[in-house]
Each structure stands twice: as structure tokens, then as C-alpha cells.
């Protein structure tokens, strides 16, 4: 492949294997299926447990209003708890909620066994070119970051 390419064939690869995964990760029976930045919050404060809505916003690049009613969303839904910092009553902290943290267990669990499995169908020669990618594909994703104001 002509390096020229790389760029355009790689961002094509990104964005299908995001949509196959986000296809394969469906919720639990009984839970719906929820917006790409609904995911996505949840994703961070599952990540980064006691997160303002602020910074939030600034991870997400997203306007802190928005983030806000996402939040307002989830917190309805029983994923999501919002409390008072307890330095700054005026900024709320967001942690998951248990019933977040089971789906997003289950969801996980899913999706490795699928990828695990798909990765078994292949040769070991492409799971060693595909192991050896990770490291640069990291690095790659944190120059892609834009870096926080």
C-alpha cells in the first residue's frame, strides 16, 4: 500500500470497526439502546469516577449544557449519580451507578469474547502483525488528542 493512502484507508478502518463494535455491544435485555454521547459520557465516568460536569464537557468537547442534560437523561435512568463535591457545593460529581456498571460489564464481557473470537479465526501471522500494531495505535491516538486548554 502506498503510504499516501494510509491516512485515508486507516480513518476508513476506524470508523467501520467503531460501527461494527457499537452493532455488537447492544445493552442488556430489557435496557435500551442509547445515543453515541450518551456511550460516551457513561464510558468517561465509568472511567473517571467523580468527574465534574465540566470537565466532563472538556474531555468530551462538548458544551457544558449539553452535557448537562445528558446527565439529567442518565441520572433518570438509574445510570448515573450526581452529587455535591464536598469542597464546592456548586460543582456536582458523577459516578456510575451500580446498574451502569453491570451493564457496562455484561457489554465488555460481550464484546471481548466477540473480538476474541474473531481473532482466533484468523492466521497467527495476523494476530502478530495486529499485536505488534497496538503500541503504535496508542501512540497514534494520543497525537490524534487535542490537548486540554
Do not use: K
Not at 62 to 85: A, E, F, I
Not at 94 to 121: E, F, K, W, Y
Amino acid at each position: 500500500m502506498n503510504t499516501r493512502d494510509v491516512p485515508a484507508e486507516l480513518t476508513r478502518l476506524v470508523w467501520t470497526l467503531h460501527r461494527v463494535l457499537n452493532q455488537a455491544g447492544r445493552p442488556p435485555a430489557g435496557e435500551q439502546v442509547r445515543p453515541p454521547a450518551q456511550v460516551e459520557l457513561l464510558q468517561l465516568v465509568r472511567d473517571e469516577p467523580g468527574i465534574s460536569v465540566r470537565d466532563a464537557a472538556e474531555a468530551l468537547h462538548m458544551q457544558p449544557h449539553n452535557v448537562s442534560t445528558l446527565v439529567t437523561l442518565l441520572v433518570r435512568d438509574g445510570l448515573l449519580d450526581r452529587t455535591p463535591h464536598p469542597d464546592d457545593r456548586r460543582t456536582a460529581q458523577l459516578r456510575p451507578t451500580r446498574a451502569m456498571l453491570g451493564a457496562g460489564r455484561q457489554i465488555d464481557s460481550n464484546l471481548h469474547l466477540g473480538v476474541a473470537n474473531a481473532l482466533a479465526d484468523l492466521p497467527a501471522e495476523s494476530l502478530d502483525r495486529i499485536s505488534a500494531a497496538l503500541p503504535d495505535l496508542w501512540q497514534l491516538a494520543e497525537q490524534l488528542t487535542p490537548p486540554r486548554p
